[in-house]
């Protein structure tokens, strides 16, 4: 994406120079309008600090559909006979096999309707590039509210659907309608989710917009009969917004599945909505400094407890800036698209719910990442030498990347988490490489914890009981990043090794019954007692 702005720049520059140098005695007006949005767009980039400008959506949606769309299109319109309009469009063609394709212009939108989706932003607050006040985007134009429209008709999600092609008819600008097709695309996919979405006045002036351009057309006539009745009916009572046309049925097959309730749940924590915490729970949250081994006697770790059952953690100040800049460096080039464990067959697949890159680094590939074990095992007391645990794996979330709810230790023994030979994932540490302006928080589900991006912090938990079963209430989350780049690495700690440093205990239903015995035992001890006594 970097070199896509890089690229840019140049058919921007070379663009400029075409138009100002071009024997037409006045440009056309729509090449002069797109090398002036191009410039204004590329004006957004602050400080030269471009994983900034990249880390909104929109920039990234705008800039992938520029490659995809507009260059292309106009190396047909340039002059081959002007020495700059050769040399761009030569340019253009050297490096048009590495344009985005249509699949990243589909991630990209994807990645606005999953936020809006996730966090109940409106299309128009997303269109008018307020989605953030921080990191700016211009505005987005009628043609890329009617694509992103188009994808939530497409999917039969008509009341998202309603709101982008509203912004797209509220946008349309005497360029986009001057061919007429783009203004009759949006009136009639807006009139559509007007009617599914009960909308039935507003269906019906929208499509005397239609009549007064087209006035010969009889499916528009029928259609505002069909509209002017059933206004007659809603306004006599006579009809229900959940009447069914007997005209025939749809194809649902594009429907989106309902949510099942924990993924409801989670989208509730990823808003910030969460039960309180009771005042008798919230006093056991502390903060302290731990120093109980000789690295940490002159820089004590700070630890911030910040849930109960499970207990989870908050290592602040973990790492330094300059040794996340060079993991980060180390890992760029090895980024792959992460990888997540199917429950049934154990082994490792590609999956929607999983929107980030990972790659793995090795202790002895750097004194830094040496050190950054050595420091977690004196913090945790876990051994994290390297046949007890994986190696350090750091992920780059993508636009508006996120994991859906998930744990973190293996679900069945097929899972290739024993393969390694190392037994189950006991612990997790979370080392948070990047804050995150808006979104990307971590959250916990059963224990309703949210925990928001905060450079150089690792969060940390037990995802196995003392007992050795699986501690289920760790299920967690990554939420969707909503505006900025967020950088993590994860450091799994496995069974083996750590007999002597977090000893075995007794699950809670064996602990119950211990209990049981115990009362039982001094029951049938204090009746003999008493037997005995009397005799």
């Not at 070199?3 to 037409?24: A, H, M, P, V």
């Not at 792959?336 to 719910?353: I, M, S």
């Not at 050190?371 to 051994?383: F, V």
Request: with cysteine; hydrophobic share 35%.
């Amino acid at each position: 994406m970097t070199d896509l702005i890089n690229l840019e720049r140049s058919f921007s520059f070379l663009l400029d120079e075409y138009l100002q140098q071009s024997t037409y005695v006045s440009p056309p007006s729509e090449m002069t309008r797109f090398s002036n949005d191009v410039k204004h767009h590329l004006s957004y980039i602050k400080d030269e600090n471009m994983e900034v400008f990249l880390g909104h959506p929109v920039n990234s949606y705008l800039l992938v559909r520029r490659f995809l769309r507009d260059w292309r299109d106009f190396v047909r319109e340039l002059d081959e006979t002007h020495p700059i309009g050769e040399e761009l469009i030569e340019l253009i063609k050297e490096h048009n096999d590495s344009f985005p394709t249509i699949e990243d212009l589909q991630g990209c939108a994807q990645a606005i309707l999953r936020i809006q989706e996730v966090y109940h932003i409106s299309a128009e607050r997303i269109a008018s590039g307020k989605l953030s006040s921080k990191t700016l985007s211009p505005e987005m134009s009628a043609v890329h509210c009617l694509e992103l429209g188009l994808m939530k008709h497409h999917s039969e999600q008509y009341e998202e659907a309603y709101g982008w092609l509203t912004e797209a008819w509220k946008r349309m600008s005497p360029f986009e309608g001057s061919s007429g097709i783009v203004t009759r695309d949006v009136l009639q996919y807006l009139i559509w989710a007007e009617y599914k979405t009960g909308r039935i006045e507003g269906a019906l002036n929208h499509t005397n917009i239609l009549i007064e351009e087209d006035p010969e057309n009889e499916a528009h006539q029928q259609n505002k009969a069909y509209y002017e009745n059933r206004l007659r009916m809603m306004q006599d009572g006579l009809y229900y917004e959940d009447d069914e046309d007997d005209e025939e049925e749809e194809d649902s097959s594009n429907k989106p599945e309902p949510k099942a309730d924990f993924t409801l749940h989670y989208e509730k924590l990823c808003r910030g909505q969460t039960i309180n915490k009771s005042q008798a729970e919230m006093d056991k949250l502390t903060c302290y400094f731990f120093n109980e081994h000789p690295l940490l006697l002159l820089k004590p770790a700070k630890i911030e407890l910040a849930n109960l059952k499970p207990n989870i953690y908050l290592i602040h100040d973990v790492i330094r800036d300059s040794d996340i800049e060079f993991i980060k460096e180390l890992a760029m080039p090895r980024l792959q698209r992460a990888t997540v464990t199917n429950r049934n067959t154990g082994r490792l697949e590609f999956a929607d719910y999983r929107i980030s890159k990972s790659a793995w680094l090795e202790d002895y590939e750097g004194d830094i990442i040496e050190r950054l074990s050595l420091r977690l095992e004196a913090i945790t007391r876990l051994s994290t030498a390297r046949v007890h645990c994986e190696a350090l794996q750091v992920v780059n979330y993508g636009i508006a990347g996120q994991y859906e709810p998930h744990v973190d230790h293996a679900l069945s023994k097929k899972s290739v988490i024993f393969d390694m030979g190392m037994g189950n994932r006991i612990a997790t540490v979370l080392i948070y490489m990047t804050d995150v302006e808006a979104g990307g928080s971590t959250v916990f589900l059963d224990a309703e914890t949210i925990i928001k991006p905060q450079k150089g912090t690792a969060a940390f938990w037990f995802n196995l009981l003392k007992s050795g079963e699986p501690d289920q209430s760790t299920r967690h989350a990554a939420c969707p990043v909503i505006v900025g780049t967020k950088w993590v690495s994860n450091k799994w700690i496995h069974e083996h090794g750590q007999e002597f440093r977090r000893k075995c205990g007794l699950s809670p239903d064996e602990t119950v019954y211990c209990y049981i015995f115990f009362a039982i035992s001094c029951c049938c001890l204090s009746v003999n007692s008493v037997s005995t006594a009397l005799y």
